[in-house]
């Protein structure tokens, strides 16, 4: 077996001993039940309502609904990834966990591999799950299906895995607490910028439509969640559509495929950094 | 035969402060080196240069002819630090498969059984780390050190928080491995255990060796002391091959000898005097 595999197979047994699984699991049944049950009592209330022949109800309340779903789950999929990954390197290494690891012929880069693969293994199952389930409960309660299904969730699978992998470079440079601090801010920061850029795109602002482009390419998660909110609805037309894109959690935004090549590219620079950072830093 | 471990103008430096100046220093095949210093003296950092965690700022370590950290060298070495914890969601038996895992040990449940015979955990292989009192888990950290069958053994204090008979274990394992050919570098405080295992020492003060021989080598002679009927008389200058002239003198001059006693200074006296002077 490969030492990465090792260090990951090591890395999902710690996730499962801690009971970190279990608790999630319990946590996520409690979200999704609070979630089934708004879905039936939206879906319920927007049927007896039917205000507007032109805007849909049916797809407002289903693209909002799922769309706010989205949110909670790149959230909750962000805490996971963090937690998992914060005291990787400088967090193990303080309490002394690290070293007797590296100190076997296994390399640095495989110990690093292997603790990403093993958070992202637990962080990408978790939100493709319960992304298709909230899917689910939203189409089951009020007969409504996104436009775009797979793309959205994957969106959110790879923002997930992108915040897996800053926080992984952080716990190089700073130890537990303060990592994880500093990626929920970045967190925090991402979500801020995109609300901008909306605020900007709506008012014709363009100074906040360049900190929402940049903030996009510096933090890609964002500019990921945004496309998937943009794939619920991208077929839709009309007045229905202008206002599901001003949605409560960041507007949605149309993203092409440069935004998956970058967001692989942005990966494949964090390695970089990380292998160098790792290789140079001493224990 | 290349030397287990060999560093040569070893230098460390964090900023400004200097953890190694210079260290020159060889571990043979099957020795058993004891490094002593005070605290800050550089101990650790050599230790961790030697096992690849930390990068030397100049100078060259080797491991059997190999550079310091690289894979071949870090095959060949088993490491215990000062200050270590092993993930307390671990039985004992799944953290030494673990490290047979990564350091491809194809020694099974034979060598996990053998390991903590050894180190006297024979009955705790389901035991959690958790579990476990301090000085079981410094145990189960050299069971940890042993796994894939080492040729060099980095030590670091791992006797600091054993009772009596925790200490005698470790120290009848170091004649053990001694004995099966495994290089093993002591680090510790506790010049006594030092003195009863080692075949040479290195006294490591401020980055640098001060002292380096056999315990025997490091004491000195401090003369002898003779009790004679008139109470105990001391030569302070004396060396074995004055005694039996000065017995013949005492007795020439109707003094009466029941006993000598040859002075000689301990690890302990060497270690100081070093520390002292530098």
């Known amino acids: 077996m490969s030492s990465a595999l090792i260090v990951a197979r090591y890395a999902l047994r710690e996730a499962v001993r801690r009971r970190v699984i279990l608790v999630v699991l319990l946590l996520t049944l409690c979200f999704l039940s609070l979630y089934a049950l708004g879905c039936a009592v939206t879906f319920n209330e927007v049927e007896s309502l039917a205000v507007d022949d032109q805007v849909d109800d049916r797809v407002l309340a289903g693209s909002t609904l799922l769309g706010l779903s989205m949110f909670t789950i790149l959230f909750l999929g962000a805490v996971l990834a963090v937690f998992l990954t914060l005291g990787a390197v400088r967090g193990d290494a303080e309490r002394g966990l690290l070293q007797p690891l590296v100190v076997r012929p296994v390399g640095r880069t495989s110990l690093l591999l292997g603790r990403f693969a093993g958070a992202v293994a637990v962080c990408a199952v978790y939100v493709a799950l319960v992304y298709a389930a909230a899917v689910l409960i939203t189409g089951i309660a009020g007969d409504w299906w996104p436009d775009r299904g797979i793309g959205p969730g994957l969106g959110l699978v790879l923002a997930v895995v992108v915040i897996a992998a800053i926080s992984l470079l952080g716990s190089i440079f700073l130890s537990s607490t303060a990592n994880g601090i500093a990626v929920f801010m970045l967190f925090g920061a991402g979500l801020a910028a995109g609300l901008l850029g909306q605020i900007g795109d709506a008012l014709a602002v363009e100074t906040l439509e360049d900190v929402a482009t940049v903030s996009s390419w510096v933090l890609p998660f964002e500019a990921l969640y945004q496309a998937g909110l943009h794939g619920l609805t991208a077929e839709t037309s009309g007045i229905t559509a202008v206002i599901v894109q001003l949605g409560p959690f960041g507007g949605a935004q149309e993203a092409g495929a440069g935004l998956w090549v970058w967001t692989a590219a942005y990966l494949v620079l964090i390695a970089a950094c990380a292998r160098v950072a790792f290789a140079r830093r001493d224990l | ?278």
């Open chain 2, 1 to 278: 035969m290349p030397a287990a471990l060999r560093c040569e103008s070893l230098e460390k430096r964090y900023g400004s402060t200097v953890a190694l100046g210079g260290v020159d220093l060889d571990v043979a095949q099957g020795e058993l080196l004891g490094l002593l210093g005070p605290n800050g003296a550089g101990k650790s950092t050599l230790t961790k240069i030697a096992c690849g965690l930390v990068r030397a700022t100049s100078g060259r370590a080797e491991v059997e002819g190999t550079p310091a950290g690289s894979a071949e060298a870090r095959a060949a070495i088993g490491y215990l630090a000062e200050l270590f914890r092993f993930p307390d969601w671990l039985t004992a038996d799944e953290l030494l498969v673990l490290h047979q895992d990564l350091a491809a040990s194809e020694g099974g449940r034979g060598e996990r059984s053998e390991l903590l015979g050894l180190v006297g955990l024979g009955d705790a292989r389901d035991t959690k780390v958790a579990a476990m009192s301090k000085g079981m888990q410094q145990r189960l950290g050299i069971a940890q050190a042993l796994v894939g069958s080492p040729r060099l053994l980095m030590l670091d204090e791992p006797t600091s928080a054993l009772d009596p008979v925790g200490r005698r274990v470790v120290r009848d394992l170091l004649r053990e491995l001694r004995g099966r050919g495994i290089a093993v570098a002591l680090s510790s405080h506790l010049l006594s255990e030092v003195e009863l295992v080692c075949d040479r020492v290195a006294i490591l003060v401020g980055g640098r060796i001060l002292a380096q021989g056999t315990p025997a080598e490091l004491a000195r002679p401090r003369g002898a002391e003779v009790e004679t009927a008139d109470g105990v008389r001391s030569f302070p200058d004396a060396r074995r091959e004055d005694v039996p002239r000065i017995v013949a003198e005492l007795v020439a001059g109707g003094g009466q000898v029941y006993g000598v006693r040859l002075l000689a200074s301990t690890l302990e006296d060497a270690y100081l005097e070093a520390v002292g002077a530098a």
